[in-house]
């Protein structure tokens, strides 16, 4: 939990990650659902859940609603809500869930680390664990039980990944983008965009050839 604050809230602790994770999840974010216009479903485990809250709680308003959000065994709630209330407390997860288009969060009971956010409308019901119980031909040895771990594994997470990227508004058109066109491509291809050259481009490709068409001299 340390490492994920400024090193100047704790300067002997080790470095920050979250300095660093936190401004390029958001970045990638952005701009990939504004070169696409596609839907993105952000999945953090853990500690990545707070990363993941973290990183939503920076993006510009136009990408919000193009992107769910999918936390499980997530800490926010349990150790960052009361420790950081002022950051993690229940204003600031009530106006994420404001402020994504979607949010589902997955725990269960024996989960020492993670569990419910305590948000209206986002905290699944606790997943069973183990997911049966008993001996059967097949599996001869009692279930194991996963508490903080394997949540991908239970076939609940599958359904709230599908229902949440289900939920995200289709996606419009892609807008052209200035200085760029469609490249040429062979059959079966997918399109691309190719940037169109710019004044100055041609001009030191010129003077590199002497400005009539010779080869440089290098």
Same mark, same amino acid.
Request: charged share 20%; hydrophobic share 35%.
């Given at each position: 939990?340390? +490492?994920?604050?400024?090193?100047?809230?704790?300067?002997?602790?080790?470095?920050?990650?979250?300095?660093?994770?936190?401004? #390029?999840?958001? *970045?990638?974010?952005?701009?990939?659902?504004?070169?696409?216009?596609?839907?993105?479903?952000?999945?953090?485990?853990?500690?990545?859940?707070?990363?993941?809250?973290?990183?939503?709680?920076?993006?510009?308003?136009?990408?919000?609603?193009?992107?769910?959000?999918?936390?499980?065994?997530?800490?926010?709630?349990?150790?960052?809500?009361?420790?950081?209330?002022?950051?993690?407390?229940?204003?600031?997860?009530?106006?994420?869930?404001? #402020?994504?288009?979607? *949010?589902?969060?997955? %725990?269960?009971? +024996? #989960?020492?680390?993670?569990?419910?956010?305590?948000?209206?409308?986002?905290?699944?019901?606790?997943?069973?664990?183990?997911?049966? %119980?008993?001996?059967?031909? #097949?599996?001869?040895?009692?279930?194991?039980?996963?508490?903080? @771990?394997? %949540?991908?594994?239970?076939?609940?997470?599958?359904?709230?990944?599908?229902?949440?990227?289900?939920?995200?508004?289709?996606?419009?058109?892609?807008?052209?983008?200035? @200085? *760029?066109?469609?490249?040429?491509?062979?059959? =079966?291809?997918?399109?691309?965009?190719?940037?169109?050259?710019?004044?100055?481009?041609?001009?030191?490709?010129?003077?590199?050839?002497?400005?009539? =068409?010779?080869?440089?001299?290098?």
């Amino acid at each position: 939990m340390g +490492t994920f604050w400024p090193r100047a809230a704790h300067p002997f602790a080790p470095p920050c990650y979250a300095e660093r994770a936190v401004p #390029d999840l958001t *970045w990638r974010m952005a701009t990939w659902t504004a070169r696409t216009g596609g839907r993105l479903v952000l999945s953090g485990h853990s500690q990545g859940s707070v990363l993941a809250a973290a990183a939503a709680w920076q993006l510009p308003p136009r990408a919000r609603g193009r992107i769910a959000l999918l936390t499980y065994g997530s800490p926010l709630e349990r150790l960052y809500g009361r420790w950081f209330p002022a950051h993690f407390g229940p204003e600031a997860l009530s106006g994420l869930h404001t #402020d994504v288009a979607q *949010w589902t969060n997955l %725990y269960r009971a +024996t #989960d020492p680390i993670g569990g419910p956010v305590r948000v209206p409308g986002v905290d699944h019901t606790p997943l069973h664990d183990p997911l049966a %119980y008993g001996r059967t031909p #097949d599996e001869p040895l009692p279930p194991p039980i996963h508490g903080h @771990g394997d %949540y991908p594994c239970d076939p609940a997470f599958a359904r709230a990944r599908t229902a949440l990227l289900h939920r995200l508004r289709p996606a419009g058109p892609v807008p052209r983008q200035p @200085g *760029w066109t469609e490249a040429p491509r062979a059959a =079966g291809s997918s399109p691309g965009r190719t940037p169109l050259p710019r004044d100055s481009d041609a001009e030191q490709r010129r003077a590199r050839k002497g400005g009539d =068409g010779s080869h440089p001299d290098e």
